[in-house]
């Protein structure tokens, strides 16, 4: 949606009037000043007028989707895969997912189109605690899962403090529990990864006290008023 036309449907000012702010340097996207009056709206951008955060007249929906592996936490997917998307089949608000969650991983994962609330659960600032069971192939002991606490380098930059306990071993493979702040391009993968072990399987099972539960794989279900709450205010 344009951008002038957003600010409009919001209720903010008229088109012109949005025109007018947007020559004054007063709208931002993403927390920088809007350059371009015609800019096109992206679903999740966040956008603010006048120092105000803002959102279209669209209904807020907000979704829990158990995503299995082999699709993309993505809107659309220029290689042609499937998306989550793909597994929302009778929504029709425009929503985009809430995080990432890569391709091989499966678990809990937010659909919304609300952008504010997809900012306050990914910034790692607001500490909302993403929770990770993986099965873990290599030499993995207690000593090696203490260094999560510490944060651990990877491409250069150390993550966040961490937590990661092992809940049962067999031989070199090991199922184990890991909570992370962040939300790094595969982050659990790499952290293991720098420890000289590999993750075979990994799903996400909680995102703050927001569970999966018994979510079958491939479907989603509407949040309820409790949990919208939960989540804005985490």
Not at 13 to 23: F, H, N, P, Q, V
Not at 152 to 181: F, H, N, W, Y
Request: glycine share 8%.
């Amino acid at each position: 949606m344009r951008i002038n036309k957003y600010i409009a449907s919001s209720g903010f000012a008229s088109r012109r009037k949005a025109d007018e702010l947007i020559e004054a340097g007063q709208v931002k996207v993403n927390g920088a000043a809007l350059k371009e009056p015609g800019y096109d709206v992206q679903d999740g951008d966040i956008v603010e007028v006048s120092g105000h955060l803002i959102q279209a007249s669209e209904e807020l929906v907000y979704y829990m989707l158990n995503k299995p592996r082999g699709y993309i936490t993505s809107t659309k997917d220029e290689q042609d895969r499937p998306t989550v998307m793909d597994l929302m089949t009778d929504v029709t608000a425009r929503v985009f997912p809430v995080g990432r969650l890569d391709y091989d991983s499966a678990g809990l994962l937010i659909m919304t189109n609300d952008g504010a609330l997809s900012q306050h659960i990914a910034h790692p600032r607001n500490k909302v605690w993403k929770t990770y069971e993986a099965e873990v192939q290599g030499d993995l002991n207690l000593a090696k899962m203490e260094v999560f606490k510490r944060g651990i380098v990877i491409e250069g930059r150390k993550t966040a403090p961490a937590e990661g306990k092992i809940l049962k071993q067999k031989g070199d493979m090991s199922l184990v529990e890991v909570k992370i702040c962040e939300g790094r391009n595969r982050q659990v993968r790499k952290m293991f990864a720098a420890l000289g072990c590999k993750v075979t399987y990994l799903q996400r099972k909680q995102i703050g006290e927001l569970r999966l539960g018994h979510l079958h794989e491939g479907d989603y279900r509407k949040l309820t008023r409790e949990e919208i709450n939960y989540l804005k205010n985490c």
